[in-house]
């Protein structure tokens, strides 16, 4: 999908010499694509792309204008051909949620992705709780939000500075760390360098006490009303 299926062939190269029953390949399909006449046809060109015959999850990448109905009739048809193992959705609210888990098939969605850092936390006052009550992972990108304000405000501050040094981590590890404190949540950081894959391990090791929760709170609160939900 992204860079017009380029990320795809990037990938391609990048796992051809690896065993395809050790990876798990996530893909998505785009708005425009989402209809029944031809989201097979845009995964046809994903599989050929990445040289597999199979997407591990296949994520709908936001609601667009094809009836809701129609798009899952199409994922679960997929499912069944075996060219995707799961299919999850990415930029749904709460109440995109619940209306999903009224439609038929609803039900056997994996994931939901959706924006989640120490500056975008608007999924916590509803999204995050119903996503745990219906024991549905969330998946979080944008993780540590690499140089924007919110990176650099971050590591800036000399109290997640203190945090971070007390578990031996940089800030950048920390904010990671404390992305995935909450049950349930998956964090996807973006990655571009092997140290930085290692450096990623590491944070999702750490075990933040109770106080350093709080303290991070004092610095970048919790939401107290809804909020619109983050999309990047």
């Not at 994903?46 to 296949?58: E, F, K, V, W």
């Not at 199409?74 to 069944?80: M, N, S």
């Not at 950048?172 to 404190?181: H, V």
């Not at 391990?201 to 075990?207: C, I, Q, R, S, T």
């Amino acid at each position: 999908m992204y860079g017009n299926g380029k990320s795809e062939l990037l990938v391609h190269d990048a796992i051809k010499d690896v065993d395809r029953s050790q990876l798990m390949i996530v893909d998505k399909v785009l708005p425009q694509n989402a209809y029944a006449a031809h989201m097979e046809h845009s995964l046809n060109q994903s599989l050929q792309r990445l040289g597999t015959d199979y997407i591990d999850l296949y994520l709908y990448h936001w609601r667009g204008s094809t009836p809701l109905t129609e798009t899952i009739s199409e994922l679960e048809r997929l499912q069944q051909t075996g060219k995707i193992i799961r299919w999850g959705v990415s930029n749904f609210d709460t109440v995109d949620m619940r209306e999903l888990m009224q439609i038929n098939g609803g039900k056997h969605v994996a994931t939901n992705q959706v924006m989640y850092n120490l500056k975008h936390r608007g999924i916590e006052f509803d999204l995050l709780n119903w996503m745990q009550e219906h024991q549905l992972p969330t998946m979080a990108y944008s993780p540590v939000a690499h140089g924007d304000q919110l990176g650099r405000a971050a590591v800036a501050n000399s109290q997640l500075q203190e945090i971070a040094a007390n578990h031996n981590l940089t800030v950048m590890q920390l904010m990671l760390a404390w992305s995935i404190q909450p049950d349930e949540i998956i964090a996807i950081p973006q990655t571009s360098q092997p140290q930085h894959a290692a450096a990623n391990m590491v944070a999702g090791e750490v075990l933040l006490t109770a106080d350093e929760l709080e303290q991070i709170n004092h610095v970048f609160p919790a939401p107290t009303t809804k909020q619109q939900l983050s999309i990047l």
